[in-house]
């Protein structure tokens, strides 16, 4: 039981390249959720999906895409990065509480 | 959207000293208090939670109050020892699964 996956664990980017950041959870959970975590901002929602099929916004959306590929994976892309978009990215699971990847450090130059 | 704001954003104590952190949180749909420990290079972990029909909790050294006609609750951990340094989270969440998180507390105990 692994809980909450998230690969890579650290990427560095060139401005205008494109990546995805994998998430996979093995508790069977319907909601499933990706934060970003920027010094002295704390964990700010990107996009959330509370069930198999459905993605919804969340506060900082822009820049970013999502897919529910099921119920166990849930993957954040990154289209052309920018440098705004250096932070910590964490992958959670939720039933009732939030239970976190170990996230990805990613870098953007 | 709910607004959660904690404070300090750092505190530090003597080992063995209390530490208190306090949030406050806006949107009165929120019944789902939690508050997670961050240690470097990992995720958040949940340390305690405490629900609106709750206005306290206590689990060893750190326990959880909750005032919901204020809209403010607050993490206190009692005989603090070094590997309670962390940066520590407060959230709030309501039925749809919709947690906001305040800004972090980064806690420094001194031996």
């Known amino acids: 039981n692994a809980g909450v996956t998230q690969t890579p664990k650290f990427q560095v980017l060139k401005t205008g390249q494109s990546m995805t950041l994998q998430c996979a959870q093995d508790m069977n959970h319907n909601s499933m959720y990706w934060y970003r975590q920027d010094p002295g901002m704390g964990l700010r929602l990107i996009y959330y999906?509370?069930?198999?099929?459905?993605?919804d916004k969340g506060e900082v959306p822009n820049g970013y895409n999502v897919s529910r590929l099921n119920k166990r994976e849930f993957s954040l892309r990154l289209e052309s990065a920018a440098p705004s978009q250096t932070s910590v990215y964490f992958c959670?699971?939720?039933?009732?509480?939030?239970?976190f990847g170990q996230g990805t450090r990613l870098t953007v130059v | 959207g709910e607004n959660v704001e904690q404070h300090p954003s750092t505190l530090s104590v003597q080992e063995g000293d209390s530490a208190v952190i306090k949030c406050t949180y806006s949107?009165?749909?929120?019944?789902?208090f939690p508050w997670y420990k961050q240690e470097l290079g990992k995720g958040p972990q949940l340390i305690i939670d405490i629900r609106s029909n709750v206005g306290e909790k206590k689990d060893q050294r750190i326990a959880v109050t909750l005032n919901k006609t204020a809209k403010h609750f607050s993490l206190h951990i009692t005989e603090t020892q070094p590997e309670d340094s962390a940066v520590y989270f407060c959230a709030a969440g309501d039925n749809n699964n919709d947690m906001r998180f305040g800004a972090g507390t980064r806690l420094t105990v001194k031996p």
């Open positions: 999906s509370a069930s198999e099929g459905t993605t």
């Open positions: 959670a699971s939720v039933w009732d509480t939030a239970f």
């Open positions: 949107d009165s749909a929120s019944n789902y």
